[in-house]
């Protein structure tokens, strides 16, 4: 009984485990939209898989002109760059890159920043967004 018990215990015939939930890798992930919620405001992103990225002032506007702001994103791991190519945070710059540490889920995407000289953009540290689509 008892080397019946010890070879159970080491081939695993006791209770079966659920098989643990793969995360899809960060950079399928951050492809979506996702909007702030509450006191936070309403403005939403939208990421695209050509590593652009659109903000506009509500999730209702992104298929509308001109938007908050336009430019390009690249992950790497858990970080974020950011590089405004038009509208917010350029002033008349062409490009200006910011880095956040991001958690990205299927419900949304947290923002820590790491390097951000524009304020309007920075407002965005610790907070969550919420996936639309």
């Known amino acids: 009984m008892r080397t019946l018990l010890v070879a159970c215990l080491l081939l695993g ?3 079966s485990r659920p098989a643990p939930v793969l995360k899809k890798p960060n950079d399928e992930l951050i492809l979506g939209d ?3 919620r509450g006191p936070d405001g309403t403005a939403a992103i939208r ?3 050509d590593h652009a ?3 506009v002032k509500d999730k209702t506007m992104f298929d509308r002109e001109p938007p908050v702001g336009t430019g390009t994103w690249k992950l790497e791991g858990d970080r974020l760059v ?3 190519q038009k509208g917010m945070c ?3 710059r062409a490009e200006r890159e910011a ?3 991001v958690v990205i889920s299927k419900i949304g995407i947290r923002f820590t920043k790491v390097g951000d000289d524009c304020s309007r953009r920075a407002t965005m540290d610790g907070q ?3 996936r639309i689509q």
Do not use: E, I, K, S
Request: net charge positive.
């Open 13 to 15: 015939c006791g209770p």
């Open 34 to 36: 996702f909007t702030r």
């Open 47 to 49: 990421f695209t898989g």
């Open 53 to 55: 990225y659109r903000v």
């Open 82 to 84: 950011l590089t405004a």
């Open 90 to 92: 350029t002033d008349g």
């Open 99 to 101: 880095t956040y540490q």
């Open 128 to 130: 969550t967004w919420w």
